[in-house]
């Protein structure tokens, strides 16, 4: 009876472990959990208009404009 | 880059030589004598106060009622010519404008001729001097008795700009009318 119940209990032990695996193994291929990141598109460049000089104005010329001394003398003219 | 400049300034002054004297017999008096010098309208108004020189005035320029008035630009590649002619009735102004127009569309090459909201008649040549050494524009018009051109010349890639040829020719308009009501 003692051997039986020795049986048993091993029998049970190794069953209960390729259960346990199987799961495991259910799980990873069934359902993922892993995270995957959709890989970034690169957007258009964002375009601001700068001045001739290439910054944001000189003198407080706005954007396609600058700070130059023409026909109306110093003054912001159009690029 | 100096713009060479217009000696005596004035080519209305060469076209009323024959036209103005025509019509001066049959005048009705209206020409206004006395100080022609506070005529000219002086740029500076409508700048930063600087960007001109104003060389003495050119009182009746070839003989005939009037002034010349040059101004310069400070970094000299730009000069701005005004020649008011006051002559003795409004025909006699336009028909010397009429008359110095080949003049005008002469001294500009493949010019191109539009009207201009100022003072009667207002037209305005822009394009190239024949030599190709310059941008050109010249204004007419009259007011009254008056027949003036103001000549904006300046580096073959730096016309003068339409908004500021309007702005001193209507100034120099009400300058003008301000002159004949005086």
């Known amino acids: 009876m003692r051997k039986i119940g020795m049986a048993l209990a091993i029998a049970a032990l190794m069953s209960g472990s390729v259960a346990t695996a199987q799961t495991a193994y259910a799980a990873q291929t069934t359902h993922d959990t892993n995270v995957y990141t959709q890989p970034s598109v690169p957007t258009l460049p964002k375009v601001q208009m700068l001045d001739c000089r290439g910054t944001t104005g000189a003198m407080g010329c706005g954007p396609g404009w600058f700070w130059r001394d023409g026909w109306r003398g110093w003054s912001c003219y159009p690029c | ?182």
């Open chain 2, 1 to 182: 880059m100096k713009i060479p400049t217009r000696a005596g300034g004035s080519l209305i002054a060469a076209a009323v030589m024959t036209i103005g004297v025509t019509v001066a017999g049959f005048g009705s008096a209206a020409a206004q004598p006395g100080d022609y010098g506070t005529l000219p309208v002086d740029p500076n108004l409508i700048t930063d106060s600087l960007a001109y020189n104003a060389a003495p005035p050119t009182f009746n320029p070839n003989g005939q009622p009037g002034v010349t008035a040059v101004y310069t630009h400070r970094d000299g590649s730009r000069q701005i010519t005004s020649t008011i002619l006051v002559l003795p009735d409004a025909q006699a102004a336009t028909a010397t404008l009429s008359g110095a127009q080949p003049q005008v569309t002469g001294m500009v090459a493949n010019g191109k001729t539009e009207p201009a909201a100022v003072g009667t008649g207002g037209t305005t040549v822009s394009g190239m001097s024949p030599d190709g050494s310059k941008s050109v524009t010249v204004l007419t018009f009259t007011q009254g008795n008056a027949a003036t051109t103001i000549e904006f010349d300046g580096l073959p890639k730096d016309p003068a700009p339409v908004d500021l040829v309007l702005e001193l020719g209507r100034k120099q308009d009400t300058a003008i009318r301000d002159w004949q009501a005086a």
